[in-house]
Structures are given as structure tokens and as C-alpha cells.
């Protein structure tokens, strides 16, 4: 088992729909998740982070995250085609003060 | 946020070459990694460079291989040594500011080995 998982999609979404993705992990004492967003050829962007169950929410963005069944997810609302793009999922796993991230999941928003 | 600078941003070298990729903070932060992305790919840690001892490296990834330094808190290198083609890869550097937990990359250096 991967210890951080995500779909890897592509997920298609047409343009002011919601998109939804999921992200799971292995490390049950994990305190720290976060949401990077990739453009093709670029590097690695911080969009959204989350320490306490529940949502947060900042703009077009809302990150959930529920550790008793050890889930983040991130919502992006009224989707754009320039939120096209790669979203990794990363987790500060207990053990150990670095970031394990997943396989990220492509998203495509259609005009 | 931080201002995170590399050098090169893209080099093609030989089998057998060494590289070393450069990564400059524009203020000081407190821990400085090195990520690897290989094509399609996800990100993998090579490791945590820590200022004025040596790097701690994870699993797969040793320092005859992957020399780092830091010299200081705004500074790092990463050498990649005697490349093969496998070594083709985006070469990224991270940093974390404070006691914050947020982690912000820098643009990367895109290695092509022939």
C-alpha cells in the first residue's frame, strides 16, 4: 500500500462545475496535509494546507480533512480552464518531519 | 512565501558527467530538501540538507552519488555524479521558513543525460 494515495484521473470537468479530489494516507498519526497545484513544465505550488478536521476554505478552493478515515480531499469550485493542471497531495507523516506526497491527480476543465 | 532561485534551470550533459545544481533562498529558512521528479512521475525526497553537517539522505539515494551542501541558511548544492541516462529528471529544492509548516519549491533544474 502506497502511503499516500490519490487517483490518478484524468478528471474531467466542464468549466464551472465542481471539481472534487480525493486523497488518502497511510500514517494514522499524520498531522500536516497539503495541496499543491502543477502546471505542465512547471514546479510544484502550495494552493491549500490543513491541520484540523473539518474544512478550510480560501477563495474557489476548499480543502476537508477527516484523519479518523485518514482522507483529505480538495474541492475547487466554479472550475476554470486554467485550473487545468496536475494537483498533488502531500502529507507530513509522524514520522519524520518531511513530506510524502502522492501521484498526483490531472485535471482537465473544459471550456 | 520565499523567493527560491536555481541554477541551471536546464542542462544536457554525458554519461559519466557531474552537475551541480545551485539553490539560492532570498531570506533565511530553516530546512532546505531535494526533490526528484522524473517524467510523469510524482516528487521524491533525495533528502534534507542541513546547515554545517551533513545531509540525511532517504532510502535509495546515497552521497557518492548525490554529494549536498549548505553552508548556510539561505544556500544549498546538489551534485548529481557520474550520470547515466536514469539520471534524467526534474531536480527541485524545498524549503520550510521558521517553525512554519509549509513547504514551497523552488523552479526546478531539468536534467537531460545523453
Known amino acids: 500500500q502506497k502511503e499516500v494515495e490519490q487517483n490518478s484521473g484524468p478528471l474531467s470537468v466542464p468549466e464551472g462545475a465542481i471539481a472534487s479530489l480525493n486523497c488518502t494516507y497511510s500514517d494514522r498519526g499524520s498531522q500536516s496535509f497539503f495541496w499543491y497545484r502543477q502546471y505542465s513544465g512547471k514546479s510544484p505550488e502550495l494552493i491549500m494546507s490543513i491541520y484540523s478536521n473539518g474544512d478550510k476554505e480560501d477563495g474557489r478552493f476548499t480543502a476537508q480533512l477527516n484523519k479518523a478515515s485518514q482522507y483529505v480531499s480538495l474541492l475547487i469550485r466554479d472550475s476554470q480552464p486554467s485550473d487545468s493542471a496536475t494537483y498533488l497531495c502531500?502529507?507530513?507523516?509522524?514520522?519524520?518531519?518531511?513530506?510524502?506526497f502522492g501521484g498526483g491527480t490531472r485535471v482537465l476543465v473544459k471550456p | 512565501s520565499a523567493v527560491i532561485s536555481q541554477k541551471p534551470s536546464r542542462d544536457i550533459c554525458q554519461r559519466g558527467t557531474s552537475l551541480t545544481i545551485q539553490c539560492q533562498v532570498d531570506s533565511q529558512v530553516t530546512m532546505m530538501f531535494w526533490y526528484r521528479q522524473q517524467p510523469g512521475q510524482s516528487l521524491t525526497l533525495i533528502a534534507t540538507a542541513n546547515q554545517g553537517s551533513e545531509a540525511t539522505y532517504e532510502s535509495g539515494f546515497v552521497i557518492d552519488k548525490f554529494p549536498i551542501s549548505r553552508p548556510n541558511l539561505t544556500f544549498s548544492t546538489l551534485t548529481v555524479s557520474n550520470m547515466s541516462p536514469e539520471d534524467s529528471s526534474i531536480y527541485l529544492c524545498?524549503?520550510?521558513?521558521?517553525?512554519?509548516?509549509?513547504?514551497?519549491f523552488g523552479p526546478g533544474t531539468r536534467l537531460t543525460v545523453t
Open positions: 524545498s524549503v520550510r521558513r521558521g517553525t512554519g509548516r509549509e513547504q514551497y
Open positions: 502531500a502529507v507530513n507523516m509522524a514520522a519524520g518531519n518531511k513530506l510524502t
